[in-house]
């Protein structure tokens, strides 16, 4: 079972997709007077060579905000 909001390696869902994703959420913060930030970081090798747990925990001790750290569990 995957998560709804993997977009990648599941029928009828693709890189559109998820682009409509992204563009929908950006303009819904725009339109309320937010400003938005954006980062890319492609971790296909290095992903399957980490230790998730570890990642992730390091994350949240140095402090990145736990939203950001959700987007990378899933």
């Known amino acids: 079972m995957t998560d709804e909001l993997?977009?990648?390696?599941?029928?009828?869902?693709?890189c559109s997709d998820a682009i409509f994703a992204v563009k929908s959420t950006v303009n819904?913060?725009?339109?309320?007077?937010?400003?938005?930030?954006?980062?890319?970081l492609d971790l296909k090798k290095a992903f399957d060579s980490v230790n998730h747990f570890k990642l992730f925990s390091t994350m949240i001790d140095?402090?990145?905000p736990l939203p950001v750290v959700d987007v990378m569990c899933n």
């Open 28 to 40: 819904y913060f725009i339109e309320h007077g937010s400003c938005v930030y954006a980062a890319a």
């Open 6 to 14: 993997q977009f990648g390696f599941k029928q009828n869902m693709g």
């Open 62 to 64: 140095v402090g990145i």
